[in-house]
């Protein structure tokens, strides 16, 4: 593909997931090869969540009200007739997609968003799923501060028109600040855990970031950084 594209000695890195073989086939090729940063914040997010007892039970519930109510037209009706009687737009619940975080984040915001409508729906009709608590929509708040500046780098890192490079060890050096500030700040035991438990995974998967010279050079002649982002 490089030769037909006719880009032969002109490939400075190849960006990849960090899967093995993706890693193996670009240094048989003999070309620099960096991971992708977005794949590896939803690798250091999905790990804590999932490692997390408390927010791991409340993620498993939360996916079964949603899968219900996806799954059942008789209770898709109840949903939007109770936010209707709210006096709401309705909305749909939306359900996670494994391979991505931020669909996980999402789904829990929806969750709390439409908290009174699906607490009125389960209630009007027969079935047994259990309702989240207000300590799970507390704990799920609160997580959901300490996650949100993984999201808005997600979002950026992800951007296909605008180029990234010379973002990544700002936005990392952003994430640890922010993380370790909200979680300060976090007065639940639970969400100061896991803002805990992603300043470990973060500090562990991106301690030599600054030390790829491809990127601290992007970083570097970037004129809105320079040595802005960098911490040592």
């Not at 999905?46 to 009200?65: F, G, Q």
Request: hydrophobic share 45%; glycine share 4%.
């Amino acid at each position: 593909m490089i030769s037909d594209w006719g880009l032969t000695g002109s490939v400075a890195a190849m960006v990849t997931d960090n899967a093995a073989n993706m890693v193996s086939a670009i240094q048989k090729l003999g070309l620099r090869h960096l991971p992708c940063f977005a794949h590896t914040i939803n690798l250091i997010v999905k790990r804590a969540v999932e490692e997390h007892e408390v927010m791991a039970d409340i993620r498993s519930r939360a996916r079964r009200v949603v899968s219900y109510f996806r799954s059942s037209t008789k209770a898709t009706e109840k949903l939007i007739l109770a936010q209707e009687r709210m006096g709401r737009q309705p909305l749909k619940l939306l359900q996670e997609v494994d391979t991505r975080w931020n669909s996980t984040h999402d789904m829990l915001q929806r969750l709390i968003d439409l908290r009174e409508p699906v607490g009125a729906a389960l209630a009007s009709l027969s079935n047994d799923i259990m309702p989240l608590s207000s300590a799970d929509f507390d704990i799920i708040s609160e997580s959901l501060e300490v996650l949100a500046p993984f999201k808005y780098a997600t979002e950026e890192l992800s951007g296909e028109k605008r180029v990234s490079a010379s973002k990544i060890i700002p936005i990392i050096r952003m994430i640890q600040h922010k993380v370790a500030e909200k979680t300060a700040l976090a007065r639940n035991a639970s969400a100061s855990s896991l803002g805990i438990a992603l300043q470990q995974y973060i500090n562990k998967r991106c301690s030599n970031v600054e030390s790829i010279r491809v990127l601290a050079l992007a970083t570097l002649l970037d004129p809105r950084f320079k040595t802005l982002g960098f911490g040592k």
